[in-house]
């Protein structure tokens, strides 16, 4: 009987310590980094206020790399007087993240000069809350690249 009450004491404790890691693997960031492709905009609205014009619009967006599926994005951009811009973007994608099926919402806010460049910061959200945040650059409506950390 003894015998029996020591190996199920091993065996809890081996099964606690095997929960454990899987957790901590659960929990763990991991660098993420790729491409995403702009597709054509669909302009919603255009107005001015007190000198600025603020755009809104969506469009299809293709990302590549840790992160590989397609969004849909919308956009606010407000376009100051001297030219140049920022942008706040809400992106919902469906496809893999860490290898496995995924559906998250991006954040996005950029700062643009409207014409040949951008950059800005994106983070990304499941259910459970933010899993990956970084950095990102581009031409405007035409793509770019983005690199980070996710969680897996």
């Known amino acids: 009987m003894y015998w029996v009450r020591w190996v199920s004491v ?24 790729g491409q995403f492709i702009e597709g054509a905009p669909t302009y919603l609205s255009d107005t001015m206020v007190g000198g600025y014009e603020v755009l809104t619009l969506k ?11 397609k969004a849909k994005a919308q956009e606010v951009i407000t376009i100051r007087p001297d ?3 920022s942008a706040q973007i809400v992106m919902d ?8 099926p995924a559906k998250l919402k991006f954040v996005i806010s950029i700062e643009t000069d409207l014409v040949t460049s951008f950059s800005g910061s994106w983070s990304a959200f499941d259910e459970s809350g933010r899993v990956g ?15 980070g950390t996710m969680r897996c």
């Open 83 to 85: 030219g140049t811009g």
């Open 10 to 33: 091993v065996v809890a404790a081996a099964a606690l310590v095997g929960l454990t890691s899987v957790s901590a693997a659960l929990g763990a960031t991991q660098p993420a980094s």
């Open 133 to 147: 945040n970084g950095s990102l650059a581009g031409v405007p409506d035409m793509g770019g690249n983005y690199i």
């Open 59 to 69: 469009r299809d967006v293709t990302v590549t790399g840790s992160y590989d599926g």
């Open 93 to 100: 994608f469906k496809g893999k993240a860490c290898g496995q």
